[in-house]
């Protein structure tokens, strides 16, 4: 797989934490959508995350497209976007570990193993990744991104 990398930026971290743009969300075994998504789950995810999660965010109210999977063991954690029916996708990027090819025990879609290189180790800026997209359907600028090309 060729990546691009994005280097992470300084400006533009903030985001109105009143919106949610996610649309349906796959996470614990249940799915939601809509005005099932509120506050109080998205503060229940947010917070487990760096003890361990696996969870689909769609913005597609059908849960079918543009969506980011968010996986984590409590050490490692995989962002993955996928938008435009799979010909729009982008990776959390970790510059430590520029061309490595060795794996994390995480496995995107349950079977496919993520490499160390586009897995993060910094949990507290993944969770903040996951917060801003959340709410503003966007990938957060305060960490590494690779786009597949």
């Not at 993060?120 to 786009?147: C, M, N, Q, R, S």
Request: with cysteine; charged share 25%; glycine share 10%.
């Amino acid at each position: 797989m060729e990546l691009h990398r994005i280097p992470k930026q300084t400006d533009g971290l903030e985001c109105n934490t009143d919106t949610i743009q996610i649309q349906y969300l796959d996470y614990n075994g249940k799915t939601y959508c809509g005005k099932e998504i509120t506050q109080t789950l998205i503060a229940r995810l947010l917070q487990q995350i760096p003890s361990g999660v696996e969870a689909v965010l769609y913005l597609d109210p059908d849960g079918e497209d543009n969506w980011m999977e968010v996986l984590c063991d409590g050490t490692w954690l995989a962002l993955g976007f996928c938008g435009d029916f799979g010909q729009n996708n982008y990776y959390s990027y970790n510059p430590d570990f520029a061309g490595v090819k060795d794996k994390t025990p995480l496995k995107s879609g349950g079977q496919s193993p993520i490499e160390k290189e586009l897995a993060l180790t910094d949990l507290e800026a993944g969770v903040k990744a996951v917060e801003y997209f959340i709410h503003t359907g966007e990938l957060y600028p305060g960490i590494d991104w690779a786009k597949q090309l």
